[in-house]
């Protein structure tokens, strides 16, 4: 069994990967700034943990070194995000700095912090992160968020060329999925049926649709994947059935 260094690892995504991480067997270190939830999602999978910020890089050092055994992590998964929707002229310095800062300059020094880690695993590491859909699909007031997001889509890019045959790195693409993150989105329940519909599944997205793909792309099931975007989305991004 494996060894996983979960950033996130409080939030809805980031536990719903813990979980299934630790139901398949599998050693699970979390890291996240908010110490109960953490202390709540470690109880229920048995997970060690960190409380430490994805933006100060001396906490990130300490976690990857804290969430590998012996010096020796199987799998990194960076499951830190923001939603920050506003219309570009209202958008500033600081929301634009701030969303690249935690998506992608984040998922950066988790992924140097850990490499040293990730290198002494038996057979092919493997990093996980998250973009979404509205990269490629391109939605009103996402302005910010797509911008950091593509950068991240560009670092699994690069990085899936420069850490092979070692290291796989992919990403997973939701489209809206209820999670805490996402509670200002979903609260309503007028706004998120019109969203669901949509979908060609006519529904939002749960954390347990996304935690089966990234356990399947953390884990040696899918070894020879690697450089790849993947849409968990309800087809969102690529299906259109009406019209």
């Known amino acids: ?4 260094l979960i ?3 409080s939030g809805g995504i980031g536990a719903a990967v ?4 630790s139901t398949e067997g599998h050693a699970v270190h979390l890291a996240a700034r908010d110490a109960a939830k ?6 229920e999978t048995g997970a060690t943990f960190t409380v430490a910020d994805a933006l100060e890089p001396d906490a990130v050092r300490r976690a990857s070194e804290q969430g590998a055994a ?3 992590l199987d799998g990194l998964c960076y499951a830190v995000g923001s939603i920050n929707l506003k219309p570009a002229q209202r958008l500033t310095d600081a929301d634009v700095e ?11 020094r988790a992924i140097q912090a850990a490499l040293p880690a990730l290198k002494k695993a038996e057979g092919t590491a ?13 939605f009103t007031a996402h302005a910010s968020v797509a911008m950091a997001k593509g950068a991240v889509e560009g670092l699994v890019h690069a990085l899936g060329a420069e850490l092979a045959p070692k290291i796989r790195i992919n990403a997973i693409a939701p489209s809206l999925t209820r999670t805490p993150l996402a509670s200002a989105l979903t609260a309503n329940a ?3 049926d019109a969203i669901a519909a949509l979908h060609p599944l006519q529904r939002l997205g749960e954390v347990d649709d996304i935690a089966p793909m990234a356990a399947l792309l953390l884990g040696p099931g899918s070894g020879w994947i690697t450089g790849q975007v993947i849409g968990v989305d309800g087809g969102r991004s690529t299906l259109r059935t009406k019209g």
């Open 1 to 4: 069994m494996g060894r996983y």
């Open 7 to 9: 950033w996130g690892g």
């Open 18 to 21: 813990a979980r299934r991480l």
């Open 38 to 43: 953490l202390e709540a999602v470690a109880r």
């Open 70 to 72: 012996g010096g020796v």
């Open 98 to 108: 701030g969303d690249f800062r935690l998506n992608a300059l984040g998922a950066f």
């Open 126 to 138: 493997s990093i996980l992160l998250f973009s979404t859909i509205a990269v490629a699909q391109g």
């Open 190 to 192: 007028s706004v998120t």
